[in-house]
C-alpha cells in the first residue's frame, strides 16, 4: 500500500460491471506468497497477470524564489480479467490511469487531474522490464537510475526528472509486504527513498524551475483489503538526515487497526522492518472538506520503531476527488514531519476510507 493496501484495486469500483465472479478471480490471478524475493531491472517494469499495479512518485520541490510545492504522478494498472480471449485490438485486456497534482501553499489549493484509458494500440500502457507507464502525453518513465514525469493538464504542467540517490528500500520479507491478518492480503513492494528533482512545474499560469526531493513507491497485487477493513493511513518521507520512514496501518470501522507495519530507514542506511507491534498512528487535528464534508484526520502522531514522529499538512486542503477516474474519493497531501519539536523531514500522508468505506 501506498503503503496501504491497494488504492488501484478500486479501479474496479470504478467499473463495477467490469469485475470478474470472485472465484473466477481467484483462479486466473496469481498470488502474492511469501518466500520469493525482488530481482531489478526486471521488477520496475510491470508485471500484467497480477490484478492491480501502481508507480507512485510523491515529493517536495522549491522553486528560486524559496516557495514549497507538493507533487504527485502516480500510475495505476488494472486486469480486469475480461475479454482476455477476444482477438479484437480494442479489448480492454489492460486498463492504465493515472493521477497528477501539484500543492501550492501560497494559493491553499490543490491542482489536480486525472486520465483513464484502455491499454490498446499505442495509446496509453505499462511496460515490461523497466518502469514506463503512459496515456497519451503523460507519461512515467525510467532511464538507467533516474525517472522522468511529463504531464500536460489542464490547470497545471510538469516535466521534472527523480534521480536516485539510494537502493531501493525492499518491504516486508524482501518485497512481500503484509497487508492484513491472513497471508494472502498481501502485495510485492519497494520504494525509492531520497529522489533528487530536478525540472520544473508550471501552475497559476506561470511556469518556474525547481529542486527537491522525492519519494517512489512500486507496488503490485491481487488482492483487495482484508474484509474487516474500511480504509488505510499511509505516509512516505524523506529524513533530514538522509533516512527514509515508510508506515501504514489499515483500519476497521470503529477507527481501530486491523493490520500495520513499515519501514525505517537509518542515515547510516541500516533498515529496521517494522511489524504491527512496532507501527502506530495516534489521530490528531480534524479538517473537514468543503466539498464532500469528508473529516480528515490531517495531523498525527506516529510512533514507528520506538521513536515519535509529530505529522503536519503543508495546508489542510488537500483533499482528490478521482471518481471519474478510480472511482475513490481520498486526501493525498504534502506533509511536515518533526521529531523532538525540531523538523525531522518532509513526506507525503495518503487517508482514504474515511467519508465512506472503500468498495473494492
Not at 211 to 217: H, M, P
Request: proline content about 6%; glycine content about 12%; overall charge neutral.
Amino acid at each position: 500500500m501506498k503503503r496501504r493496501t491497494f488504492l488501484a484495486a478500486s479501479l474496479l469500483a470504478a467499473s463495477p460491471r467490469l469485475a470478474p465472479p470472485a472465484a473466477a478471480a481467484a483462479r486466473r490471478y496469481p498470488e502474492v506468497a511469501p518466500g520469493g524475493a525482488l530481482a531489478f531491472p526486471r521488477d520496475h517494469g510491470s508485471h500484467p497477470d497480477f490484478r492491480t499495479e501502481w508507480w507512485y512518485v510523491t515529493g517536495w520541490v522549491r522553486d528560486a524564489t524559496g516557495a514549497d510545492f507538493g507533487v504527485q504522478v502516480t500510475f495505476f494498472r488494472n486486469r480486469p480479467n475480461v475479454a482476455e480471449d477476444n482477438p479484437s485490438a480494442f479489448a480492454a485486456r489492460q486498463l492504465v490511469f493515472a493521477h497528477a497534482a501539484i500543492a501550492d501553499p501560497a494559493r491553499g489549493q490543490l491542482f489536480h487531474d486525472q486520465r483513464a484509458a484502455r491499454a490498446v494500440f499505442d495509446l496509453a500502457g505499462a511496460a515490461t522490464g523497466t518502469t514506463r507507464a503512459w496515456i497519451g502525453d503523460w507519461s512515467l518513465a525510467l532511464d538507467g537510475e533516474t525517472y522522468t514525469a511529463k504531464i500536460v493538464a489542464r490547470d497545471f504542467a510538469l516535466d521534472l526528472s527523480f534521480r536516485a540517490t539510494q537502493p531501493p528500500l525492499i518491504q516486508g520479507d524482501r518485497g512481500y509486504s503484509r497487508k492484513g491478518p491472513l497471508p494472502l492480503h498481501a502485495s510485492w513492494y519497494y520504494s525509492r527513498p531520497q529522489l533528487a528533482v530536478t525540472g520544473s512545474i508550471e501552475v497559476g499560469g506561470r511556469a518556474r524551475a525547481v529542486t527537491g526531493r522525492a519519494w517512489l513507491d512500486h507496488e503490485w497485487s491481487s488482492e483487495v483489503m482484508a474484509p474487516d477493513a474500511v480504509g488505510w493511513d499511509w505516509i512516505g518521507a524523506n529524513l533530514d538526515d538522509g533516512g527514509a520512514l515508510m508506515a501504514f496501518r489499515m483500519r476497521d470501522r470503529a477507527g481501530g487497526t486491523v493490520w500495520a507495519g513499515g519501514a525505517l530507514r537509518r542515515a547510516d542506511g541500516s533498515t529496521d522492518i517494522l511489524g504491527p507491534d512496532a507501527v502506530r498512528f495516534e489521530p490528531g487535528r480534524r479538517w473537514t472538506s468543503p466539498r464532500t464534508g469528508v473529516a480528515y484526520p490531517v495531523e498525527f502522531t506516529l510512533r514507528a520503531g520506538g521513536t515519535d514522529f509529530a505529522i503536519a499538512p503543508l495546508f489542510d486542503d488537500q483533499e482528490l476527488d478521482s471518481r471519474a477516474s478510480t472511482g475513490t474519493v481520498y486526501w493525498e497531501g504534502a506533509v511536515r514531519l518533526s521529531r523532538g519539536g525540531r523538523p525531522a523531514g518532509l513526506g507525503y500522508l495518503e487517508l482514504t476510507g474515511y467519508g465512506a468505506p472503500l468498495r473494492l
